[in-house]
């Protein structure tokens, strides 16, 4: 089965076409981060118009790179959700209008859901001993989101914990803000902290009961510190400390749900999951506990239609398989 899936929940627009949810024949992404740099942030209305801009070039640049012409399409997946409202009408209309003229069925994708299928999904297939088995905890770590879920089978999920306040990709990039060193401060952070010491400054951990995160306190705490102390000469043991407290938190709750949920498997998603420090801890961590580990390649980590496209073939699989499952067809509008 060809999925031509698109993904412009935020300020990406991308389009792929999948095949049988596992192999990526293409995958455009056409990030408009320049744009937005000097503004610090996204600028919804911006981002919107620079996807009505190119949506038309990235789908037709994802047909061609896969060899697909339209009419050898199956089906159309798009993300209806969680996002910019701005940005996803775009896709999500466009998905439409190319799924009614192909006489095709149309799959809205939730965007988280999106994230945690880039585990099942590459160029090359994964060999089965790769893809996470289930039942798995998945860490998804975004700029918007951040939560820890259990996956019991494609399509049936227990959330298990999410953030209080800041998400974890924001946290990264108001810290970056605040400290005047980019946007977006994630990959920025991740790359200045690789000078730094991360045992510099003893930023706290919050490590409430539970499986609930909280992210606000952390970037308090550096604010705090820099008006207390001023801006240290190395801002890369600064960057390093704030870094290393963040991904403590995400690691250590990641490891306690999988012992407590007796998994055998965590998996990774979600931006923040490109971050290096994070996938390096998971990875010692997992290892220390026995667990095997599913983290997507750095491409498919951040936002891109490829994990859409797997995400909505696994949808319209599962229904065609078992239309008693309501958990796993609650969000399939064909
Ligand atoms: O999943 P994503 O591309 O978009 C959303 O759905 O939000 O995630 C974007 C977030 C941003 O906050 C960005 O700073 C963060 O992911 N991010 C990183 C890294 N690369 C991207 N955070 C930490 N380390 C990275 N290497
Ligand atoms: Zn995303």
Same mark, same amino acid.
């Given at each position: 089965?060809?999925?031509?899936?698109?993904?412009?929940?935020?300020?990406?627009?991308?389009?792929?076409?999948?095949?049988?949810?596992?192999?990526?024949?293409?995958?455009?992404?056409?990030?408009?981060?320049?744009?937005?740099? +000097?503004?610090?942030? *996204?600028?919804?209305?911006? $981002?919107?118009?620079?996807?009505?801009?190119?949506?038309?070039?990235?789908?037709?640049? $994802?047909?061609?790179?896969?060899?697909?012409?339209?009419?050898?399409?199956?089906?159309?997946?798009?993300?209806?959700?969680?996002?910019?409202?701005?940005?996803?009408?775009?896709?999500?209309?466009? @998905?439409?209008?190319?799924?009614?003229?192909?006489?095709?069925?149309?799959?809205?994708?939730?965007?988280?859901?999106?994230?945690?299928?880039?585990?099942?999904?590459?160029?090359?297939?994964?060999?089965?001993?790769?893809?996470?088995?289930?039942?798995?905890?998945?860490?998804?770590?975004?700029?918007?989101?951040?939560?820890?879920?259990?996956?019991?089978?494609?399509?049936?999920?227990?959330?298990?914990?999410?953030?209080?306040?800041?998400? $974890?990709?924001?946290?990264?990039? +108001?810290?970056?803000?605040?400290?005047?060193?980019?946007?977006?401060?994630?990959?920025?952070?991740?790359?200045?902290? +690789?000078?730094?010491?991360?045992? @510099?400054?003893?930023?706290?951990?919050?490590?409430?009961?539970?499986?609930?995160?909280?992210?606000?306190?952390?970037?308090?705490?550096? %604010?705090?510190? %820099?008006?207390?102390?001023?801006?240290?000469?190395?801002?890369?043991?600064?960057?390093?400390?704030?870094?290393?407290?963040?991904?403590?938190?995400?690691?250590?709750?990641? *490891?306690?749900?999988?012992?407590?949920?007796?998994?055998?498997?965590?998996?990774? @998603?979600?931006?923040?999951?490109?971050?290096?420090?994070?996938?390096?801890?998971?990875?010692?961590?997992?290892?220390?506990?026995?667990?095997?580990?599913?983290?997507?390649?750095?491409?498919?980590?951040?936002?891109?239609?490829?994990?859409?496209?797997?995400?909505?073939?696994?949808?319209?699989?599962?229904?065609?398989?078992?239309?008693?499952?309501?958990?796993?067809?609650?969000?399939?509008?064909?």
């Amino acid at each position: 089965m060809l999925i031509l899936s698109i993904e412009t929940s935020c300020d990406e627009t991308s389009a792929a076409v999948v095949k049988d949810g596992k192999e990526i024949l293409s995958n455009v992404v056409a990030s408009q981060v320049e744009f937005h740099k +000097k503004y610090g942030g *996204i600028v919804p209305e911006v $981002a919107s118009r620079k996807h009505i801009e190119v949506i038309a070039a990235v789908v037709k640049q $994802a047909l061609e790179d896969a060899k697909t012409p339209l009419k050898k399409i199956d089906a159309v997946a798009a993300t209806y959700g969680p996002g910019l409202v701005g940005s996803l009408i775009v896709g999500l209309n466009y @998905a439409k209008a190319v799924a009614f003229a192909l006489k095709k069925p149309f799959i809205p994708v939730n965007h988280i859901e999106g994230h945690i299928y880039a585990n099942f999904v590459s160029e090359i297939p994964n060999p089965k001993s790769q893809i996470p088995n289930f039942p798995f905890v998945c860490l998804v770590v975004s700029g918007g989101h951040t939560q820890l879920v259990l996956i019991k089978d494609h399509g049936k999920y227990q959330t298990l914990g999410h953030t209080r306040d800041d998400a $974890a990709g924001e946290a990264f990039d +108001k810290v970056a803000r605040y400290l005047g060193i980019g946007y977006p401060g994630g990959p920025i952070i991740d790359k200045m902290a +690789k000078k730094g010491d991360p045992e @510099a400054i003893d930023f706290p951990r919050a490590m409430m009961e539970g499986y609930d995160f909280s992210f606000s306190g952390l970037k308090t705490a550096v %604010v705090n510190y %820099v008006k207390k102390n001023g801006m240290p000469k190395n801002v890369a043991d600064l960057v390093a400390s704030f870094q290393q407290a963040a991904v403590d938190t995400l690691v250590e709750k990641t *490891i306690r749900a999988a012992k407590d949920f007796k998994v055998k498997w965590i998996a990774l @998603a979600g931006g923040v999951s490109a971050n290096s420090r994070l996938r390096e801890n998971i990875l010692k961590r997992a290892n220390e506990e026995g667990l095997k580990v599913s983290i997507p390649p750095l491409h498919l980590c951040t936002d891109n239609a490829a994990m859409i496209g797997s995400a909505g073939y696994y949808l319209i699989k599962k229904r065609k398989k078992s239309t008693l499952d309501t958990e796993a067809v609650s969000t399939l509008r064909i």
